[in-house]
């Protein structure tokens, strides 16, 4: 008899979609909920049941009936839904107060209020680790180009920033090179930083040569890895050739790389590196 | 009889201009060196020597007929220079070598190697708290609004987290509201950070309303303040504001505000607060 199934919850972004093919592989009962506006159209062809922002009461039905216990999150949310303009059911009016409060505060402080909704409502909240541990990246080198010995220093710089900043729920991304920390993440997201390397090198605000620069990016150490695991994928390897960057290293074991093998073959069109490294906690 | 003569050498925005008539109010002895290219016309004007980028041999002769014993190197450079485009002279073939390699490395880096060319020469590198004392902020409000309870505790935390980031020569200035921090400045500088704020919350990346998001800047602890002395001036007001913003909050002592009545007229316009607080180290 196979195992209870899981319940994904499919926003934005490719790695839902492999997320439910690895998933649906290792247990076809395995139930999908998208979200209309969010979900890729891939997603929303192969999801059970599609919700509209705010029908909480939707979700509760739906989530009752697959009979699954254990829920994944999965995908991103381009925005912060609006709730002048959501599509609301009676239930999302009696959790509408609660939900509005997680809308200040850091990013880890909105998931834990949603993580709090499921599991005030008896669910599990499972991990990507759990629910699909191939996605995640092993300790290695992934690509033909490896990072050298300046790479190597350059990386342990950016683990320290940080594993520095990690406490103020900043950001789980920086670029560094040539010893320089040359960009921090915080609230603008992995690729808007990523986009102002190429202004950054155009004023001359950093002395690279050629392909330099490394996206260097690590869970938050209280970030919580059910709901907010790092992801790279094809797009991340794209925006860091664009930006004449040398490469990307990504903390083993907790950042996923969605659509590896694309990733790989776009890093090795352009030279870069993809590297996974061990960070002690 | 008056002290002995310090020179500035002034390069780009207008502090170079208020330093030069405060230092000049004071002893009219001052020795004033402009940078072609850098310097604001108004400074060049006041100039006793304008020299080109890497007229180092110049500068020498200029500094040795001056008399001066100190030197207080002032203003912005747009570009780190391009060795292959600079005015040479016979003196800058010989530094050409060792000033190349501050190319590489942080700011820091880079104004410690300056600071140690003109101290090898004999020079003293003096602050602007030394040469112009009262362009310093002191604690309190400036202006008619003053930062709230909550307010204050986004600039504990922005201040926090340039704390956190100041042994890695990353920044000196963050973007913090209702809790969160929207902005962390690396290579890019003040100016753009603040910019992307309008970006962040047209994306709705952080749950802001009406005036909201605060400037915090202060001194990297391990920074030289010889030369390296955080500024803010009615540019960096207009930008804040246009952003949205509610306030700049900076250190006291140890940040430099350029043409204060202009900026606290300013941010009395928009309704933006500045305020300088005290900083334990």
Sequence with gaps: MSESPIAIIACGGLLALECIEQMRA??????????????????????????KWGQVGQLVKALERSGARRVLLIGSISQRPDFRAVAGDLETLKWLPRLVTTMSG????????????????????????????????????????????????????????????????????????????AAVEAAEGTDPMIERIAEIRRQRRVAWKERAGILVKATKSQQDLRVDLPVIGPETVERCAAAGMAGIAVEAGRVVIAARAVCIERADEHGLFIHACRVAR
Tied chains: 1, 2.
């Design 26 to 51: 290792a247990n076809p009962r395995t139930v999908v909920i998208a979200l209309a506006g969010e979900s890729r159209p891939e997603v929303v062809d192969r999801a059970d049941h599609v919700l």
């Design 106 to 181: 850091g990013d880890d402080n909105v998931l834990r209020k949603v993580i709090g909704f499921f599991e005030s409502s008896g669910y599990r909240i499972v991990s990507v680790a759990e629910a699909a541990p191939n996605l995640l990246a092993a300790e290695g080198t992934l690509t033909r180009k490896a990072p050298g010995a300046a790479d190597r220093r350059d990386i342990d710089l950016g683990l320290a920033v940080l594993d520095a900043i990690a406490p103020f729920d900043v950001g789980q991304a920086v670029v560094v090179g040539a010893g320089r920390v």
